[in-house]
């Protein structure tokens, strides 16, 4: 089993600056993916960013490219999500999500294991 847990939402003005960090603990592996996604109300759960850990590859949508960074600290079982200059269309609950599996996806049932959320708002 593995848990994630995720820190960093909050809420912020147009053009600002977070840091998301999702610890992960348990049966954790170098060979694993790590994603974050989101989801606004109404709206079906979108990947925003993922990181393999053992292939040295990220992966970004579209629609964060230029302005979000995902990260890793493979020591502490962390990754984080830079996000700057953040949009009022930013706002969603930000998830954690772990695929077991080294090829890094975009589609949110290839994860296993999910974290609970953290809630990102951004007022214009």
């Known amino acids: 089993q593995v848990q994630l847990v995720e820190s960093g939402g909050g809420l912020v003005q147009a053009g600002d600056s977070l840091r998301l960090s999702c610890v992960a603990s348990g049966r954790t592996s170098r060979s694993y993916v790590m994603g974050w996604f989101r989801q606004a109300p109404g709206n079906e759960r979108e990947f925003v960013a993922g990181i393999s850990w053992s292939r040295g590859t990220t992966n970004y949508a579209d629609s964060v490219k230029g302005r979000f960074t995902i990260s890793g600290d493979n020591a502490k079982n962390t990754v984080y999500l830079q996000m700057n200059s953040l949009k009022p269309e930013d706002t969603a609950v930000y998830y954690c999500?772990?695929?077991?599996?080294?090829?890094?996806?975009?589609?949110?049932?290839?994860?296993?294991?999910w974290g609970r959320g953290t809630q990102v708002t951004v007022s214009s």
């Open positions: 999500a772990l695929d077991t599996s080294p090829i890094l996806r975009a589609y949110a049932p290839w994860y296993e294991y």
